[in-house]
T-cell receptor
Framework: EAGVAQSPRYKIIEKRQSVAFWCNPI?????LYWYQQILGQGPKLLIQ????????DSQLPKDRFSAERLKGVDSTLKIQPAKLEDSAVYLC??????????????FGPGTRLTVL | GENVEQHPSTLSVQEGDSAVIKCTYS??????FPWYKQELGKGPQLIID?????GEKKDQRIAVTLNKTAKHFSLHITETQPEDSAVYFC???????????FGKGNQVVVIP
């Protein structure tokens, strides 16, 4: 079974520029998550999709971050404009969400963003 | 929301010895507790998880114990090997949603 795919793996931009990340979840997984991991910290959830609907985006800075999951499969996360404090690894994860019980989340390799 | 804390932040062990990492959580409604291993340049990889209806779970050299009364859970790695060197994250989530609250991570160094 193929894992969660993400691209690009690395991105360097200047502040105020825009950037987009792409994620392809494990086949058949209905739920997709985007996390931000700042150096030395644990991942922090930004947004959760179930199929193509948003379940939780309470921690997404909506003035500059946006995400979409068209057709309930791939997803893109965009930052516009980027700030220095957005430098982090952006992780995508997916799960099958079979019921009310929390389900196992599988992570991709992440995209390391550096904002100069 | 849920708050998860990990102790210690860094742990060095001799190869072959055991390593124990402890996490505490704040939300008594949390019922799912996974442990992830993250190697440099990679995403977190699930190594073991436990749900609140059991107190202990074991998978080869790795085990997790849960104390719901004290609201803490621990990762135990026996017969440590150099490839166990990594950052380990604990997390917690509650029934009804899949939001994982992560701890800050523990750097485990296995000394050959």
């Amino acid at each position: 079974e193929a894992g969660v795919a993400q691209s690009p793996r690395y991105k360097i931009i200047e502040k105020r520029q825009s950037v987009a990340f792409w994620c392809n979840p494990i086949s058949g997984h209905a739920t997709l998550y985007w996390y931000q991991q700042i150096l030395g910290q644990g991942p922090k959830l930004l947004i959760q999709f179930q199929n193509n609907g948003v379940v939780d985006d309470s921690q997404l800075p909506k003035d500059r971050f946006s995400a979409e999951r068209l057709k309930g499969v791939d997803s893109t996360l965009k930052i516009q404009p980027a700030k220095l404090e957005d430098s982090a690894v952006y992780l995508c994860a997916s799960s099958s969400l079979r019921g009310l019980y929390p389900d196992t989340q599988y992570f991709g390799p992440g995209t390391r963003l550096t904002v100069l | 929301g849920e708050n998860v804390e990990q102790h210690p932040s860094t742990l060095s062990v001799q190869e072959g010895d055991s390593a124990v990492i402890k996490c505490t959580y704040s939300d008594s409604a949390s019922n799912y507790f996974p442990w992830y291993k993250q190697e440099l340049g990679k995403g977190p990889q699930l190594i073991i998880d436990i749900r609140s209806n059991v107190g202990e779970k074991k998978d080869q050299r790795i085990a997790v114990t849960l104390n719901k009364t004290a609201k803490h859970f621990s990762l135990h790695i026996t017969e440590t090997q150099p490839e166990d060197s990594a950052v380990y994250f604990c997390a917690a989530s509650r029934r009804g949603n899949n939001r994982l609250a992560f701890g800050k991570g523990n750097q485990v160094v296995v000394i050959p």
